[in-house]
């Protein structure tokens, strides 16, 4: 097996067998072996650690170094690992076995899912200030902080959406006012036309046009005599003075 390219100490007993890669053998200078070893165990349980978050696996990982150093990572337990391998092992020859082996496997998976819920409804419980009195000091200053940041982004969406509802309704009232004056304009128009065919019909002269009727001073109309007066005439005609 060859790996990627990386620095090969000095004094190292490894040699090239092409570009970017390394052959893999027992490396002599012992310094050199245990920088190596560090680097690589330190990856080793990145990668593993990463490959039980990333795909919910689970994983057990055991190490010894050279001088007998015991080295660990296990997402759950490695002795809990160890024993569902064994069982495992041992089902792969027992077909009852086997069904056995996956019902542990789903009730473990249905407690671990039975837990999950039980803390999420605890929490919620405690944002809604019910069942405090099982919670630490800490416990509730931690509870504190996450509602004081909670209700602070509910308040500033709150604020967002009121002052967004607030232009709205100011854009909505002169689109509405700019609507009422179009349609005033409109009724202005109609009543004008409205108007000039009125005027239009022959007989129907408004009084408006009716010139005033003027009198010469030494004239006046019969209508304006007294009945008893010695200058009225039957015929109703303008007397002149003379």
Not at 30 to 49: D, E, I, M, S
Not at 55 to 63: F, K, P, Q, T
């Amino acid at each position: 097996m060859e790996f990627p390219n990386e620095a090969i100490p000095e004094g190292c007993s490894q040699k090239k067998t092409g570009r970017g890669k390394i052959e893999i053998k027992r490396i002599e200078n012992t310094t050199n072996r245990q920088v190596t070893f560090c680097k690589r165990r330190n990856g080793l349980l990145k990668k593993a650690y990463e490959l039980s978050v990333l795909c919910d696996a689970e994983v057990a990982l055991v190490v010894f170094s050279s001088r007998g150093r015991l080295y660990e990572y296990a997402n759950n337990s490695v002795r809990g690992t160890i024993d569902r391998y064994k069982k495992a092992c041992a089902a792969s020859t027992n077909p009852e076995s086997v069904s056995e082996a996956n019902t542990q496997f789903y009730q473990q998976e249905a407690s671990k899912l039975k837990r999950q819920i039980r803390d999420i409804q605890n929490l919620n419980r405690h944002i809604l200030g019910e069942a405090l009195s099982s919670l630490s000091l800490k416990e509730l200053k931690n509870l504190e902080s996450r509602l004081e940041k909670g209700l602070s982004r509910v308040r500033s969406r709150k604020h967002e959406t009121l002052f967004a509802d607030i232009e709205f309704m100011q854009k909505r009232e002169i689109e509405l006012q700019n609507h009422n004056n179009f349609l005033r304009a409109k009724i202005a128009e109609h009543e004008k036309a409205q108007q000039r065919q009125q005027d239009m019909i022959p007989g129907n002269v408004c009084e408006s046009t009716i010139p005033p009727q003027s009198y010469d001073r030494n004239f006046f109309p019969v209508n304006l005599i007294d009945s008893n007066n010695q200058y009225s005439n039957q015929d109703q005609t303008a007397l002149q003075l003379v």
